[in-house]
């Protein structure tokens, strides 16, 4: 019996000590336990589900952004713990985080309502047809696609692929320019503007290719995107450069740019002319922004938030609007 009572003891302790260290495993936030299954967060849908919802087309979705759009509306989300929507360009929301999980934004689904009001209406959405003034003709006139009213625009993502550009204080300037162009773009696109990003993704595009494009799709303004890198440490702020040979043509562009720039807070270091590549092979007004010093502490730290990257990309689409409307 004694001998029977002690190996029941020890089992038990066994089992104990078992189930405590099972409880150490690390727990990993944003992944549920079982199965490792990706864990979306509660109280929201997917974009793609928030377009059915809404009737919109989802157009992009990807881990920093996605587009709905039907032929009045268009409906921008970014990955923000501030939860805001643009519709038509305008802001929404602000109802709760916008997350990523595996490359797939996912929004509160308390932003339907608020985007559902602020969304243009149009006859053909009514559910009660029209009576027809002859049996012939019964079936509804196309529904006119609404065309971009501005542009062609060019905006170029610096660098990129195999070549990285500047590479300070932990920041990587092909991802933080690639970041703000395609927030720039959608922003745009958002309030009517054609635009045509030199490059999308992590590729190396040849300089004489990204002028090119201006030319090729008869842009009516070339805005080239950077960060900044010097030996001065101290050297902080943005930077404007225009083509050398026609500083001119430029002055306009430039002059929108630096004062919404301003207006985010960061010091101007003033518009200086160059012979940049991509400046001087392009016929249309071009700028190249250099939105901060990655070399310095303060700028890097700044310009590693995707908050202050969408703050930047905001201006610079602010500029170029208010230059094609003036």
């Known amino acids: 019996m004694k001998r029977t009572a002690a190996y029941c003891l020890v089992t038990v302790l066994a089992g104990v000590v078992a189930i405590s260290l099972g409880g ?90 608020d985007i559902r009001l602020a969304m243009r209406t149009h006859r053909t959405y009514t559910t009660t047809p029209r009576r027809s003034v002859s049996p012939r003709h019964s079936s509804p006139p196309p529904v006119k696609k609404v065309a971009m009213r501005y542009g062609p625009v060019v905006i170029d993502a610096g660098h990129g692929g195999r070549d990285p550009g500047a590479g300070h204080n ?101 518009v200086r002319a160059a012979g940049y590549r991509v400046l001087l092979r392009t016929s249309c007004p071009a700028v190249l922004l250099e939105l901060g010093f990655l070399t310095n502490s303060y700028d890097a730290k700044l310009l590693s938030r995707s908050s202050h990257q969408r703050t930047l990309a905001r201006a610079t689409a602010d500029a170029i609007t208010a230059y094609l409307t003036r």
Request: with cysteine; proline share 4%; hydrophobic share 40%.
């Open 24 to 113: 150490c495993t690390e727990a990993h936030p944003g992944v549920v336990a079982s199965g490792d299954m990706p864990f979306t967060p509660s109280g929201t849908v997917s974009a793609a589900e928030m377009g059915r919802r809404l009737g919109l087309m989802l157009q992009r979705n990807s881990g920093h952004s996605a587009a709905l759009r039907n032929q009045f509306n268009s409906v921008v989300f970014f990955a923000d713990p501030g939860g805001v929507a643009y519709v038509n360009g305008a802001p929404v929301g602000q109802k709760g985080g916008i997350v990523a999980v595996n490359n797939t934004l996912y929004v509160p689904q308390s932003l339907e309502q």
């Open 170 to 270: 932990g920041c990587t300037e092909k991802e933080i320019v690639l970041y703000v162009a395609m927030q720039t773009a959608e922003m745009l696109r958002a309030s009517g503007v054609e635009v045509h990003l030199t490059r999308s993704s992590d590729e190396f595009i040849e300089l004489n290719d990204r002028a090119a494009l201006a030319d090729r799709v008869n842009a009516k303004l070339f805005v080239s995107i950077h960060c900044d890198a010097a030996a001065n440490r101290s050297a902080r702020g943005f930077t404007i450069y225009t083509p050398k040979t026609r500083v001119g043509q430029t002055q306009a562009l430039a002059s929108a740019i630096e004062k919404t720039m301003s207006a985010t807070g960061q010091p101007s270091r003033g």
